[in-house]
């Protein structure tokens, strides 16, 4: 069976932890995620948060990871996998607004 690659573009991600941006919903399969880059548009350092949510419990992947002016971050890298299984969620928040843009690449529904 192919594998079907996705990627999800997220521009300007919350600063708001009470409502963070959502990278990735698994819906009705489990998905892997490859690759998480948060890259730093503003003109300042931030700090990037990026964690799987669980119900209510948040699993982190990065807390609060500090990434210079004009910087990236590469969350996964060397060939790491997240698996989300149905019901999961990755969500992200920046330590200040309209500063952080995150490319999350995916395998979608690695298992039926």
């Given at each position: 069976?192919?594998?079907?690659?996705?990627?999800?573009?997220?521009?300007?991600?919350?600063?708001?932890?009470?409502?963070?941006?959502?990278?990735?919903?698994?819906?009705?399969?489990?998905?892997?995620?490859?690759?998480?880059?948060?890259?730093?548009?503003?003109?300042?350092?931030?700090?990037?948060?990026?964690?799987?949510?669980?119900?209510?419990?948040t699993y982190h992947i990065i807390k609060d990871a500090p990434i210079p002016s004009g910087g990236s971050l590469e969350?996964?890298?060397?060939?790491?996998?997240?698996?989300?299984?149905?019901?999961?969620?990755?969500?992200?928040?920046?330590?200040?607004?309209?500063?952080?843009?995150?490319?999350?690449?995916?395998?979608?529904?690695?298992?039926?």
């Amino acid at each position: 069976m192919a594998q079907d690659f996705e990627r999800y573009l997220q521009q300007d991600i919350s600063n708001n932890a009470n409502s963070p941006t959502v990278l990735r919903t698994a819906a009705d399969s489990d998905d892997a995620i490859i690759g998480i880059r948060c890259a730093n548009t503003s003109g300042t350092s931030v700090n990037v948060t990026v964690y799987v949510k669980n119900g209510s419990d948040t699993y982190h992947i990065i807390k609060d990871a500090p990434i210079p002016s004009g910087g990236s971050l590469e969350l996964i890298d060397g060939g790491s996998k997240v698996v989300l299984q149905s019901g999961d969620s990755v969500e992200a928040v920046a330590s200040a607004a309209s500063s952080v843009d995150i490319i999350t690449s995916v395998v979608d529904t690695i298992s039926a």
